[in-house]
DNA sequence: CCATATTTGTTTCCTAGTAAACAAAATGCG
DNA sequence: CGCATTTTGTTTACTAGGAAACAAATATGG
């Protein structure tokens, strides 16, 4: 038995929090977080990290503030990782003349590579419907998560 | 203006992410936390201890690891939080006479105080509807969030 | 044109949470 | 009983991410 007080766990009284919107999220994202790794997890690359190769693919020379800005992480963080992928030889960094406080992100020819390795596995992972929804659910979730967010565009833009 | 590159934000694209359940669920739990301190935020305290000291109040002498459990973060995390809430006062630790490994929790008298004041302000938040969405909005979305998560029960009980 | 303010990215320090190794207690099986 | 296994909690080292202070470059208002 991986869980002695399974028993116990079931009788914690959540309330006021067994349905709170912000906990469900918690447990969502958690439970999201996990199925990502379970179809993507072979590839050994960081979630922030395999995202930001796979956008790049489709945004060549964005700049980082505004990728970061786009993927609601700060600038602070997304420095980091633009560092951790330049050392990795993933991207390449290119101040443009026009404003050269700016970083304008290409990715490499590794790094284009890598991407073209990880599309169809991420393009499939999307395609997946959580087992425990139908595809009619998961819509509707998606459609209410969006609005919730005040989000209208259900096209691969920022809103 | 706050952001020069507001206009550019919006001409990121990012498909395949833009409309991944991960993804909108990442921005909704951001969203959430940010309510949650909106409204919870002038009680300056952190939100993991918030949810321990309330959560308290309904299971006197609950097992530390029963309770991570619960509230599905790991024990090593919650291990830091009982350390730092016994040190603040809040709470005090039990060890059982029939299980001399577990360790029961009980609000000391500072802690009981604590979330007699914290309780309506929880209680007021979680009733308070997002603005974006209707109250039946709402309910559909927590009941689809439910049935993703494979939980039946919308009352203050773990599954 | 020049001083001031803003933007962009970086660094440093901080928080929340996980993973792995561990110790002590309890359980189980020969 | 006695030894191996499991459970419970802790410690240490790590990751993801944020906040604040900063420097360089650019924009702006006089």
Known sequence: MAETQGATVD???LAPFGDALGF????????SFERFFADLGH????????????LL????????????EALKIKRAHMAKMVRALGE?????????????????LYLTEA??????????????????????????ETA????????YLALTDPEGTTP
Not at 88 to 104: F, K, M, S, T, Y
Not at 140 to 147: A, N, V
Request: no cysteine; aromatic share 0%; net charge positive.
């Open 140 to 147: 509707t979730l998606k459609r209410l998560l969006r609005k």
């Open 57 to 68: 693919e489709g945004n060549p020379g964005v700049r980082q503030g505004v990728l970061a």
């Open 11 to 13: 009788r914690v009284r």
């Open 111 to 136: 790094g284009a590579t890598l991407a073209r390795r990880l599309r169809p596995a991420v393009t499939a992972h999307e395609a997946r419907t959580p087992a425990t929804l139908t595809p009619a």
């Open 24 to 31: 469900l999220l918690r447990l969502a994202q958690i439970d």
């Open 43 to 54: 590839l050994d690359l960081r979630p922030g990290e395999l995202t930001v190769i796979v």
């Open 88 to 104: 990795a030889g993933l991207i390449r960094r290119e101040v443009p003349e026009d404003d050269r406080r700016a970083v304008e």
